[in-house]
């Protein structure tokens, strides 16, 4: 067995990008083995550790993560960058290397699946490989390469044919992206990329999910790339208007509103789903209220917003009931790929920052349309911050491209909305109960984008900010 020293695991944690505490004094105050994978050498012996990180500063607090490691006896010269650390066993040194980053012991998580086969389960030192019935047969020769840009999760590709998703950050129950994609997988949505199994294993008599394995999608673009694209194309040329241009993105918003409303509708069949009464909203405008009271102090450019603000909530609080179901939770255009065959919603994890029994309580499918209405906002901020300083006589030609940046959201919002609306039966515009719930989650997200914004990437405040001239308005 692989013993480690807490040290060589806090100084790799402070350099991988999905670590969530950097910035943060923290600890490794546990490591514990969960399993170990072993075949004939060439393959390396895999050891997927338990990391308890504990964080030092007056937030405190402790999280879980998985770190799979391979071991080798000789340094491995191509996974060099996912060197971890050396260790001594038996008598001689061994080289630890992030496992994820290693194309031989990835092989060693597939070659089980194979094993698994359609519907069932295969075991490794207490590892389970489970697979979801109906699903393609997979061909253990495939070869795995890690995808690089993640952050909060490692991502493997198995070829054109599989891509599976190692959760790094981890905690005791089911994972809500494993446990939805399944029940969509077997509803045969089309709006999801087919789920083919998952990892687990138990943990102090509590079942802990390690990876999911999917279908991966060869012709899909990632949607928020595909949708600050199109900005730049209409930015080129802004004499053009928005219909005109070669960057309008109406008709890719209608349908992505659509393929939404299909995975509600989905969602509500297969989860329980239910309309809750006045206490419901009167919470829900509550929590949004004590949200803005937090965000004050963070952001005091929302005071003058705020009088506005709450009267939105005060709107929802007095609507008679709330329909809750199953939701994603964190959706924006970054959780969206366009494929040829269309629009695939993608990560129903939920809010990184939320326990898993948080992450899964029933919500209303508004949160989700307002989260992608306003990512719609994003993308020509984005675009708009990422073009610099504005030249000596540019003025004029800057003030067309932000009226045409503007006009964009608004369009692709429009659309998106009236693809959401029509799908779900209601025409191309929604009704009076809807458009409140609706303008009221819309500003609790931009006023959580601005908190976000403020503590981490400054420079963008101005995004969520100069949202608050509509909201409410």
């Known amino acids: 067995m692989i013993e480690i020293e807490p040290g060589v695991l806090e100084e790799y944690l402070g350099r991988t990008r999905w670590f969530a505490g950097k ?31 504990e964080y030092t500063d007056a937030e405190g607090g402790s999280e879980l993560y998985q770190v799979p490691l391979a071991s080798y006896r ?15 066993r038996e008598g001689a040194e061994r080289y630890l290397f992030d496992a994820v980053h290693d194309r031989v012991a990835m092989a060693l998580w597939l070659r089980a699946f194979v094993a698994a086969e359609d519907g069932g389960e295969a075991t490794i030192d207490g590892l389970r490989f489970r697979r979801v019935p109906g699903q393609a047969a997979l061909d253990p020769g495939l070869r795995g390469s890690p995808l690089s840009g993640e952050q909060s999760n490692s991502s493997v590709r198995f070829d054109d044919t599989a891509i599976m ?12 992206d494993i446990e939805i994609h399944e029940e969509l997988t077997r509803g045969a949505s089309e709006s999801i990329a087919a789920l083919y199994g998952w990892v687990e294993v138990d943990v102090d008599g509590e079942v802990m999910q390690l990876a999911m394995l999917q279908e991966f999608l060869r012709t899909a673009s990632d949607g928020f790339e595909l949708a600050t694209g199109s900005v730049r194309t ?144 994003y993308v020509p901020g984005v675009v708009q911050l990422s073009r610099g300083a504005v030249g000596e006589g540019e003025e004029e030609e800057e003030a ?14 429009s659309r998106f909305l009236a693809g959401y609306a029509d799908a779900i039966g209601v025409g191309e515009s929604i009704g009076a109960e809807h458009q409140r719930l609706l303008a009221a989650y819309v500003a609790d997200k931009a006023v959580y984008e601005a908190v976000y914004e403020k503590r981490n990437r400054p420079a963008w405040i101005g995004i969520p900010l100069a949202a608050f001239a509509e909201i409410g308005g």
């Not at 000789?74 to 001594?88: C, K, N, R, S, W």
Request: no cysteine; aromatic share 6%; proline share 6%.
């Open 234 to 377: 209409l930015l080129a040329d802004p004499s053009q208007s928005v219909e005109e241009s070669g960057g309008d993105f109406a008709g890719e918003a209608a349908r992505l509103g659509a393929a939404l409303a299909q995975v509600h509708e989905m969602l509500r069949e297969r989860f329980p789903a239910e309309r809750r009464g006045t206490d419901a909203v009167s919470a829900l405008a509550r929590a949004m209220g004590e949200r803005l009271d937090h965000a004050l102090g963070v952001v005091p450019e929302l005071e003058a917003h705020a009088p506005r603000l709450r009267e939105a909530y005060a709107a929802v609080a007095a609507l008679d009931g709330l329909d809750v179901q199953r939701v994603h939770g964190d959706l924006h255009l970054g959780q969206t790929l366009r494929t040829s065959h269309g629009w695939r919603i993608v990560d129903f994890e939920g809010e990184p920052g939320r326990p898993f029994h948080e992450r899964v309580l029933p919500d209303s499918p508004w949160r989700d349309v307002a989260g992608m209405l306003r990512s719609f906002d």
């Open 400 to 413: 067309l491209r932000a009226t045409r940046a503007r006009e964009w959201s608004q369009r692709a919002r």
């Open 23 to 53: 910035g943060r004094p923290f600890r490794v105050s546990g490591i514990r083995t969960l399993a170990e994978l072993t075949e004939e050498p060439p393959s390396p012996a895999v050891t997927v550790f338990l990391i308890t990180v």
């Open 165 to 176: 998703k190692v959760f790094r950050k981890v905690s005791p129950g089911v994972n809500p």
């Open 74 to 88: 000789e340094y491995v010269e191509a996974i060099g960058h996912a060197f971890v650390g050396a260790v001594e």
